[in-house]
């Protein structure tokens, strides 16, 4: 990660565990914006791509696209996760 003062980029690898044990790989950057509000409070939106690259079982050749944008503040946070597949 490269940020200063709460903005900058990012990048990254994963794995997600499915509930048959099957696991899928990816990879991942992007960027995030902090911004500060009147209030004293602040907001940060991260968003970027990735790529799925593989998988076991199931997911052995599993293949894709993803595209994330999260939206935080001091209350907590949401993401959301578009992806394309195929396997």
Do not use: L
């Amino acid at each position: 990660r490269d940020a200063v003062a709460g903005n900058g980029t990012f990048s990254g690898v994963g794995e997600r565990t499915h509930r048959n044990g099957d696991k899928t790989f990816y990879k991942f950057q992007g960027s995030t914006k902090r911004t500060a509000k009147d209030s004293g409070s602040w907001e940060s939106i991260s968003e970027g791509k990735g790529e799925i690259v593989g998988g076991t079982g199931k997911f052995k050749n599993i293949r894709g696209t993803i595209t994330f944008r999260t939206v935080a503040n001091p209350q907590g946070g949401k993401g959301f996760v578009d992806a394309d597949v195929e396997y």
